[in-house]
């Protein structure tokens, strides 16, 4: 296991495939369908922390060239059992393509990305967009990395902290939405989703 994802947060995720995939198996994600009206016929879409595989198996279906990528192993193993996507086991850290996507849907799962970690994440999203390609994700908000009531690990930025985030890594945002959700552990945030476009050289 690499060192970029949280030992209680890879257990809970790893122990708890069986049901996290089967209750995300309904219906695709809020944003996806604008997300994905951006982009053109069967563009080629990296999906980071695709869980239990709900979105990955709509863009396929829709008709788009589909990289359904997770971190965890059992996860993995329950989207390619729910869905003939060929989802495979990567971590943040690993991803190393360069030019190979138009665009990068990650829903919530950069939020348990350490924050220490998450600059070189991002900038690797960056590299692996071709230019002009797009990017989601979205994170709980707060005032510091911590854990909810699950033991998982947040980065649970501020709004302007994500913002910055990705200005600083060669990003545009171009679409914006802040909503309060309930997580699954109970608790009532305010969340971000935000959604950017490559527009510039990324630092070094």
């Given at each position: 296991m690499?060192?970029i994802?949280d030992r209680?947060t890879?257990?809970f995720y790893?122990e708890?495939?069986?049901?996290?995939s089967?209750?995300?198996a309904q219906?695709?994600?809020?944003?996806?369908?604008?997300?994905l009206?951006r982009l053109?016929?069967g563009?080629a879409v990296?999906?980071?922390g695709?869980?239990?595989?709900r979105?990955?198996?709509y863009m396929?279906?829709?008709?788009f060239e589909?990289?359904a990528?997770?971190?965890?192993?059992?996860?993995v193993?329950k989207?390619?059992e729910r869905?003939?996507?060929?989802?495979r086991?990567?971590?943040?850290?690993?991803?190393d393509?360069?030019?190979?996507?138009?665009a990068v849907?990650?829903?919530a799962?950069?939020?348990?990305?350490?924050?220490?970690?998450?600059?070189?994440?991002v900038k690797?999203i960056?590299r692996?967009?071709?230019?002009?390609g797009?990017?989601y994700?979205?994170?709980?908000l707060?005032d510091g990395?911590?854990r909810?009531?699950?033991g998982r690990l947040h980065?649970?930025?501020d709004?302007?902290?994500?913002?910055?985030?990705?200005?600083?890594?060669?990003?545009d945002a171009?679409?914006e939405?802040?909503f309060a959700?309930k997580?699954?552990?109970?608790?009532q945030?305010?969340?971000?989703?935000?959604?950017?476009?490559?527009?510039?050289?990324c630092?070094?």
């Amino acid at each position: 296991m690499s060192g970029i994802i949280d030992r209680a947060t890879y257990d809970f995720y790893q122990e708890g495939a069986p049901f996290y995939s089967a209750s995300s198996a309904q219906a695709q994600s809020r944003h996806l369908e604008g997300f994905l009206a951006r982009l053109k016929p069967g563009a080629a879409v990296l999906e980071l922390g695709c869980g239990g595989g709900r979105d990955s198996a709509y863009m396929a279906e829709r008709g788009f060239e589909v990289d359904a990528t997770d971190g965890i192993p059992a996860m993995v193993a329950k989207a390619n059992e729910r869905h003939d996507i060929d989802a495979r086991l990567m971590q943040f850290d690993q991803l190393d393509a360069e030019a190979a996507y138009d665009a990068v849907w990650a829903h919530a799962c950069l939020l348990h990305c350490p924050r220490a970690e998450l600059p070189s994440v991002v900038k690797a999203i960056h590299r692996a967009l071709r230019p002009g390609g797009l990017h989601y994700a979205s994170f709980k908000l707060g005032d510091g990395e911590g854990r909810d009531l699950l033991g998982r690990l947040h980065n649970f930025p501020d709004a302007q902290w994500v913002r910055d985030l990705y200005n600083n890594a060669g990003f545009d945002a171009i679409d914006e939405d802040v909503f309060a959700g309930k997580g699954t552990d109970g608790t009532q945030r305010d969340w971000i989703a935000i959604t950017l476009k490559k527009t510039t050289a990324c630092e070094a």
